[in-house]
Each structure stands twice: as structure tokens, then as C-alpha cells.
């Protein structure tokens, strides 16, 4: 039989077969042997391949392997940065959300995501979330943030989850694809599907007073069908995202805005560091390629953990 995996908890998967009946699935023991290196060898979005077993008074299915994914979004986990992780695949899009305190989304991280969608050519949007509680001058930041990744070519859009507000244009963009949503805990994810589709009732959680930072309701990635034609994939919130097996050359390909440039560079294989005549470095200087884009790459290159105390 053949099916999509909605569900992954690790050892368990729940698999809706292309007739629409939901199974629970394990993998075959052989499975994690075919040189998969991430710590979940079946990602959510996953087409796979399963038989049915009666074990005891259950039927389960055992899945004996994976069909070719078209994409998929992987993280390096910042603390253990041996392990891989594949948050979901097979993806039309993917919604980031953003916010600019409880919790603070620093642009290192926004541009370590788009780096690696970019990779894996999944196309992003950026829903800068919780309009309805900032003051003027976080107003004046989020606009100078939209207005960044705009010029870059990214779709932004300003939303209130909580209040409604703007969650028609999220659903549009929906219509018919299968869309992601990620980004720190707290920001709001949970919260947005429960705007889009009420009768999901997923768990919300307040921000935590003590570390203003959010709170995990989500514990597994899952996908859902949702009333009007589309299918979400809500993921746990996530901290740091680590970019993974990437070679140094080729980071600034993924930064539409230098791969524009790059080839002005004196050298092919500029990194844009301390070369001599380099594009990158001179759009830096007459501030047509943004600061914080420019340290984000830097971070990349020299392999340095993602930076939370800046924006």
C-alpha cells in the first residue's frame, strides 16, 4: 500500500493510505541501516510504502520504504551538532513565523531558515505575527524588518493570529498546496491554524513570564486536512537552526541578494571576507546589502553558532 506519513513520534508514524484510512505504521528493522543519518528516517510528508501486519488484535503497517522526496527542510541541532533532523518533506511552501519580542526573533535565525529553504528550493513566506500588541517604535522595526526582506524578494505579511487580522491572505496562499509553519515557541503557530481552522482546537500556551520565551505545545510534527483544500504541517517550536552540508562556496548562493552580485566579484571563489575587489563587500559599504544579513552569512562561513543577542 502506499501512503503519507501525518504523524512521526519516532519510533511510531501514522500513515493516511491513498484511500484515506489512517494507519499506524513502524519501520522495518533493516530501515535505519541504508545510510540515513538523521535521527528521524521517516519525516512527516514522506510517501511511503507499507504492508499490513495483524499482531495480535491490532493490524499495523510496516513501512518498507520511502518514496523520492521532491524537498525537504532539515536542521543541525545547535547543541548536539553531530544529529540532523528532517522536519518535514515534501513541501509547496513553508510559513515563518516572526516576532519581534515574547519571543524575540533575532535575523540570524530568519536568515539560517531562508538559507536552507533556499537550498532545498522550498519557497518561504514571513508572517511577522502579533501586530496588535506593539508600541510605535516596535512598529517602526517591524516595518524596517518587512521592508528588508521585501527588497530581497521575500513575500511579508503582517498578521494578528490571536485577533484574526490578515489570516484570509495566509489561507489564499494555501489553497490547494501543503504548507509548514515554523518558528520559535510562542510565536504563535498554534494559535494561527486554530484562526485558519477553529475545529482543530490545537493547544496553545502562554509565554512564560520568567525567560519571556514560549512554551512547547507542540511536541511532534503533524499534518492536517483542512476545510479548504489545503493541509498544514505544524512543527515544535525550534530554538536555533543549524544549516547542514553546505561547503563554504556555495552559502552565498543562497542569499539571493549576493548571488546577484557575486559574479562582479574579482575572484570566482570569493567568500566575500577580506578578498580584494569583491561585490558583496562593496554593495555592504554603500549599504545596498543589509548588515545583518551580511553578519548572518559571516556566522555561515566561519561556522559559528547562531547569534541570539542581536538583531
Known amino acids: 500500500m502506499r501512503g503519507t506519513v501525518y504523524k512521526s513520534t519516532g519510533s511510531w508514524y501514522t500513515v493516511k493510505?491513498?484511500?484515506?484510512?489512517?494507519?499506524?505504521?513502524r519501520i522495518k528493522g533493516k530501515f535505519r541501516i541504508k545510510g540515513i543519518k538523521s535521527?528521524?528516517?521517516?519525516?512527516?510528508?514522506?510517501?511511503?510504502?507499507?504492508?499490513?501486519?495483524?499482531?495480535?488484535?491490532?493490524?499495523v503497517g510496516i513501512i518498507s520504504e520511502i518514496e523520492e522526496r521532491k524537498n525537504y527542510i532539515i536542521r543541525k541541532s545547535v547543541k548536539l551538532s553531530k544529529q540532523t533532523h528532517i522536519i518535514a518533506a515534501n513541501l509547496?511552501?513553508?510559513?515563518?513565523?516572526?516576532?519581534?519580542?515574547?519571543?524575540?526573533?533575532?535575523?540570524?535565525f530568519i536568515d539560517r531558515f531562508l538559507v536552507t529553504a533556499e537550498a532545498y528550493d522550498i519557497p518561504v513566506v514571513l508572517l511577522f505575527n502579533k501586530m496588535d500588541v506593539y508600541?510605535?517604535?516596535?512598529?517602526?522595526?517591524?516595518?524596517?524588518?518587512?521592508?528588508?526582506?521585501?527588497?530581497?524578494?521575500?513575500?511579508?505579511?503582517?498578521?494578528?493570529?490571536?485577533e484574526g487580522v490578515n489570516v484570509d491572505q495566509v489561507k489564499e496562499l494555501m489553497i490547494g498546496k501543503i504548507s509548514m509553519f515554523s518558528g520559535h515557541s510562542g510565536v504563535g503557530k498554534s494559535t494561527l491554524v486554530n484562526a485558519l481552522e477553529a475545529g482543530l482546537e490545537l493547544k496553545t500556551a502562554e509565554i512564560s513570564e520568567q525567560h519571556l520565551?514560549?512554551?512547547?505545545?507542540?511536541?511532534?510534527?503533524?499534518?492536517?486536512?483542512?476545510?479548504?483544500?489545503?493541509?498544514?504541517?505544524d512543527t515544535p517550536g525550534i530554538k536555533g537552526f543549524g544549516i547542514v552540508d553546505m561547503e563554504k562556496d556555495e552559502i552565498g548562493g543562497y542569499f539571493p541578494e549576493f548571488?546577484?552580485?557575486?559574479?562582479?566579484?574579482k575572484f570566482n571563489n570569493c567568500l566575500h571576507l577580506d578578498e580584494p575587489k569583491c561585490a558583496i563587500k562593496a554593495a555592504?559599504?554603500?549599504?545596498?546589502?543589509?548588515?545583518?544579513?551580511?553578519?548572518s552569512?559571516?556566522?555561515?562561513?566561519?561556522g559559528e553558532d547562531e547569534v541570539y543577542r542581536e538583531r
Open 213 to 233: 520565551q514560549g512554551l512547547h505545545t507542540t511536541t511532534f510534527a503533524e499534518m492536517y486536512d483542512l476545510s479548504f483544500d489545503a493541509r498544514i504541517i
Open 17 to 25: 493510505s491513498d484511500e484515506g484510512a489512517f494507519y499506524e505504521c
Open 297 to 302: 552569512y559571516v556566522q555561515m562561513v566561519t
Open 259 to 265: 548571488f546577484e552580485l557575486k559574479a562582479q566579484c
Open 92 to 108: 509547496d511552501q513553508v510559513f515563518l513565523l516572526i516576532t519581534l519580542n515574547n519571543p524575540t526573533t533575532f535575523t540570524s
Open 39 to 59: 535521527t528521524n528516517p521517516v519525516a512527516v510528508g514522506d510517501h511511503v510504502i507499507f504492508d499490513l501486519e495483524k499482531i495480535g488484535d491490532e493490524t
Open 284 to 295: 555592504l559599504e554603500e549599504e545596498k546589502i543589509s548588515w545583518s544579513r551580511y553578519r
Open 135 to 162: 508600541d510605535e517604535d516596535e512598529m517602526v522595526e517591524v516595518d524596517y524588518l518587512i521592508d528588508l526582506y521585501r527588497e530581497i524578494g521575500y513575500h511579508c505579511i503582517q498578521i494578528a493570529a490571536k
